[in-house]
């Protein structure tokens, strides 16, 4: 896959057909509403069990893009947690109980694995 430079702050979800979820339109209204400014909503989507490669392409884009602020993940929360562990310099005590990465977040120049869903 391709990854462009985000422009402008942009939240990424990762997932398998996310063009199809709600969260596309629902986003920048929440945007609005929360004051979050000129950010906006892509989606990265994998087949179901991809390849590790993949993911941690996709990671690498996220930890090393500017303007990417991080992600959340669905379908692929155990598969990429399993190919990308390695890459992240925070992971939350349950992200680690649950061997799960269901948020990617920056802070201090930092990634950070979260399980927010446990």
């Known amino acids: 896959m391709i990854y462009s430079p985000a422009t402008r702050p942009?939240?990424?979800?990762?997932?398998?057909?996310?063009?199809?979820?709600?969260?596309?339109?629902v986003f920048p209204a929440w945007a609005?509403?929360?004051?979050?400014?000129?950010?906006?909503i892509k989606?990265?989507?994998?087949?179901?069990?991809?390849?590790p490669?993949?993911?941690?392409?996709?990671?690498?884009f996220l930890k090393n893009d500017l303007f990417?602020?991080?992600?959340?993940?669905?379908?692929?929360k155990l598969d990429l947690f399993q190919s990308c562990k390695?890459?992240?310099?925070v992971i939350d005590p349950h992200a680690t109980l649950m061997a799960e990465t269901s948020c990617i977040s920056?802070?201090?120049?930092k990634l950070i694995c979260n399980a927010k869903d446990p």
């Open 10 to 25: 942009t939240f990424y979800f990762i997932g398998v057909t996310t063009g199809q979820s709600s969260i596309m339109k």
């Open 68 to 76: 990417s602020l991080g992600a959340l993940v669905t379908t692929h």
């Open 43 to 51: 989606g990265i989507d994998f087949p179901a069990h991809d390849l």
């Open 86 to 89: 390695d890459m992240f310099d």
């Open 53 to 60: 490669e993949n993911y941690r392409e996709a990671v690498n």
């Open 32 to 40: 609005e509403y929360l004051g979050l400014g000129d950010v906006e």
């Open 106 to 109: 920056k802070r201090d120049g």
